[in-house]
């Protein structure tokens, strides 16, 4: 049974820093994402990483601002996010796939099975 849980949202200054974390209970390895969603817009995927070799992918929009280390040790992923815009304001939302999985669209939503509930990030300029 594979459990996601976020956590770190919250409120900051445009320019600022924000960490969200996801606990991953239940799960060996394989790929995981982050996704952001805002009224109106479609699911965005952010970043992924294949857990079992650390390999990233990043949108375009985020490239060099956003960061997706991982602490297996606490088996847990992060999204560090640096500059931030009031454009970046979204649910963001921490994503799985099964066990073992890697696939060739990673920033793709479908590709996902487990989900986590969201938290919010609100950036104000």
């Known amino acids: 049974q594979v459990q996601l849980v976020e956590s770190g949202g919250g409120s900051v200054q445009a320019g600022g820093s924000l960490k969200l974390s996801c606990v991953a209970s239940?799960?060996?390895?394989?790929?995981m994402g982050w996704f952001r969603q805002s009224p109106g817009k479609e699911r965005e995927g952010v970043a992924s990483?294949?857990?079992?070799?650390?390999?990233?992918n990043y949108a375009d929009s985020v490239k060099g601002r956003i960061t997706i280390p991982q602490d297996s040790a606490k088996n847990t992923v992060y999204l560090q996010m640096n500059s931030l815009k009031p454009e970046d304001t979204a649910m963001y939302y921490c994503?799985?796939?099964?066990?073992?999985?890697?696939?060739?669209?990673?920033?793709?939503?479908?590709?996902?099975?487990?989900w986590g509930q969201g938290t919010q990030v609100t950036v104000s300029s």
């Open positions: 239940g799960y060996t390895y394989g790929t």
């Open positions: 994503a799985a796939t099964t066990t073992g999985s890697w696939y060739g669209t990673p920033l793709s939503g479908s590709t996902y099975k487990y």
């Open positions: 990483i294949y857990t079992g070799s650390g390999r990233t």
